[in-house]
């Protein structure tokens, strides 16, 4: 979950670039939204491991934790708030009082997210307001460059140095997805260890051809 291990493309630059530049922010708050498995918790990660950051789920936003940093007994740096439009309506009200404290005090907050605000069943109105005045960053889907590396690690990521002849023949066969690939991925590795076969172009088209049947 290193920077080093994080994929740069045309299609994630922009919000790895914020990430990078959290020092120098010119508003407290910033938002990163994106498809599953596009890396936004990777990318909070990079930050968590750079700055003293205080990371929360939006289920969580009236937890403990929560309530030490708007009462000043903890001090950080920042704080990210994962998968925020998975805030539940009892948790409205915190993240308002989140999002003042932060303008008041300096604390940095960087929200991550699958959806925009506009996206969101919020019911406090002023929440929404707030939410949607903040200029979002978008992980689009993968470019051709990213597809092909993330392909590559992801096979790296379960000890498998797979041939660049099966990412060709896979590549342009998958849906640009960052889900899709990765549970792809993993039943070609199971496959494999169950049947004790060498990843091969032949292998990889029966799987698709079985997956295709299946839908």
């Known amino acids: 979950m290193g920077r080093e291990a994080f994929l740069v493309s045309d299609s994630n630059r922009q919000a790895v670039a914020l990430v990078d530049g959290f020092a120098d922010w010119s508003t407290p708050v910033q938002w990163i939204y ?19 950051i205080l990371t929360i789920e939006a289920t969580a936003l009236t937890g403990p934790q929560m ?15 994962d998968r925020l439009d998975r805030l539940p309506p009892e948790a409205e009200e915190a993240l308002f009082h989140l999002l003042n404290f ?17 996206q ?18 978008a992980i689009k889907s993968p470019d051709d460059s990213l597809m092909r ?16 002849r099966v990412v060709d023949y896979l ?19 199971r496959r494999a260890l169950a049947e004790k076969r060498p990843i091969t172009v032949p292998m990889v088209a029966e799987i698709l051809e079985s997956h295709i049947s299946d839908t």
């Not at 990318?43 to 491991?49: E, M, N, P, Q, T």
């Not at 960052?178 to 993993?186: F, P």
């Open 171 to 189: 590549l342009p066969r998958i849906v640009r997805d960052y889900a899709s690939m990765a549970n792809l991925v993993g039943t070609i590795d």
């Open 120 to 137: 969101m069943p919020l019911r406090l109105p002023d929440l929404a307001s707030r939410l949607k005045a903040i200029a979002a960053v």
């Open 149 to 164: 590396g993330l392909m590559v690690k992801l096979f790296g990521d379960r000890q498998i140095k797979i041939e660049a």
């Open 102 to 118: 932060a303008r008041h005090e300096g604390v940095k907050i960087l929200l991550l997210s699958e959806k925009t605000a506009t």
């Open 34 to 52: 994106g498809p599953t498995g596009a890396g936004k918790s990777h990318l909070g990660a990079v930050l968590a491991g750079r700055f003293k």
């Open 67 to 81: 309530m030490a940093l708007l009462d000043g007994t903890a001090a950080y740096e920042g704080v990210i708030i």
